[in-house]
Every structure is written in C-alpha cells, then in structure tokens.
T-cell receptor, first 112, second 114 residues
C-alpha cells in the first residue's frame, strides 16, 4: 500500500484545457513537494509546501496543501504540450529531506 | 538537474555480475541520497550518506547492495550478483543540508539485467 496515493494515474488532455491532479494520504506530513520528471531524466522540484492550507502559484501551476497536511493538489491552467511529464508528489514525515516518500505519479500527456 | 552527475547512464549486466553506479553530487553538497524507480512506480528511498558515513540505509536490501561516499570521489552504489529483479532506474540526489531543503536529482542510471 502506497503511503501517498496519486490520482489519476494517467491523464491525456488537449492543449488549452485545465486539469487537477491529486495526492492523498492518511498520514500528516511536515512538508510536501511536487516534482516533474521527463523520460530518461531525474525529477525536478517544482514547489515545496509547508503550511496547512498553503497555496503557491508557479505561472500556470497552482499548488495547494490541505488544511490537515495530509493531501495536496496541483492545478494546471491552459495546459501546453510542454507540460507533458510525470508529476510526482513527495512527502516528508520528519521535515527532513532524508527519506522523502514518493507517490507513484500522474503521467500527463498534453496533445497539441 | 544541473550539477548532479551519474554514470553510466545505461548499464547492462548478466545475472551474477556486479553493477557499480557512480554519483557526483553538486558542488558544495555533502549529502547524497540513492533512490530506485521501477516502471510505473514512484521512487523508493534506499540510502542516505554524508562524506565517509552511512546515515540511513533503511531502504537498502540486506544482501548484495552496498553504498559508500568516500572523502574523495563520487558516491558508489554497488550491487553484487545482480538478478533480473534489480533492473530499474537508480537515481542519486544531493542536498546542501538534510534539513528538508531542495533535492537535486541526477539523470539516473538505467540498469538492465539480462
């Protein structure tokens, strides 16, 4: 059983559409991170959220940390083909980078 | 990803051989983490090292796997007597401290065991 459940597992949309992906857990995390990974490459950190209820924006990407710090969402507005990739959430139970727990990811494909 | 160097990018081994994966952290980073990624799965923590010390190896299989981060040179993940189930992408990450800050990942080594 995954400590962090991501949904959907796969998502294919047309350019210009909006989408939301989710990261859920029954555990409380000190912090939660979102990464994007492209084929044949390592994950690249997009954002870290620390405070319950926190919302962070990165251009067309909006990240939210649940009030109880058990879940998070990533919303993309007007998706572009360049957004295609594997989106991973990762939680830290201890507040430390060591032993980040990763979800299994959402594979996003944005069709032109 | 810039700065964390992993080699080789691809490694093919036959069952029973040894695999040695190398990772040079970003300049100024003294904390190294190894993760393993299987197809359609997230990254699984294996081991966390600082220079010359293994800090946390709770994710490492008890047999055949070992890791080191010597005073000089790259961190090495060593897998002895590889089996087909060891086939995976192995990623190294580094950070300046262990205090929950940003991890920088390398591009990974794809290990294929024939």
């Amino acid at each position: 059983t995954q400590l962090l459940e991501q949904s959907p597992q796969f998502l294919s949309i047309q350019e210009g559409e909006n989408l939301t992906v989710y990261c859920n857990s029954s555990s409380v995390f000190s912090s939660l991170q979102w990464y994007r990974q492209e084929p044949g490459e390592g994950p690249v950190l997009l954002v870290t959220v620390v405070t319950g209820g926190e919302v962070k924006k990165l251009k067309r990407l909006t990240f939210q940390f649940g009030d109880a710090r058990k879940d998070s969402s990533l919303h993309i507005t007007a998706a572009q083909p360049g957004d295609t990739g594997l989106y991973l959430c990762a939680g830290s139970l201890s507040g430390s980078a060591r032993q980040l727990t990763f979800g299994s990811g959402t594979q996003l494909t944005v069709l032109p | 990803n810039a700065g964390v160097m992993q080699n080789p990018r691809h490694l093919v081994r036959r069952r029973g051989q040894e695999a040695r994966l190398r990772c040079s952290p970003m300049k100024g980073h003294s904390h190294v983490y190894w993760y393993r990624q299987l197809p359609e799965e997230g990254l699984k923590f294996m081991v966390y090292l600082q220079k010359e010390n293994i800090i946390d190896e709770s994710g490492m299989p008890k047999e055949r796997f070992s890791a080191e981060f010597p005073k000089e040179g790259p961190s090495i993940l060593r897998i002895q007597q590889v089996v087909r189930g060891d086939s995976a992408a192995y990623f190294c990450a580094s950070s300046r401290t262990s205090g929950g800050e940003k991890l920088f990942f390398g591009s990974g080594t794809q290990l294929s065991v024939l």
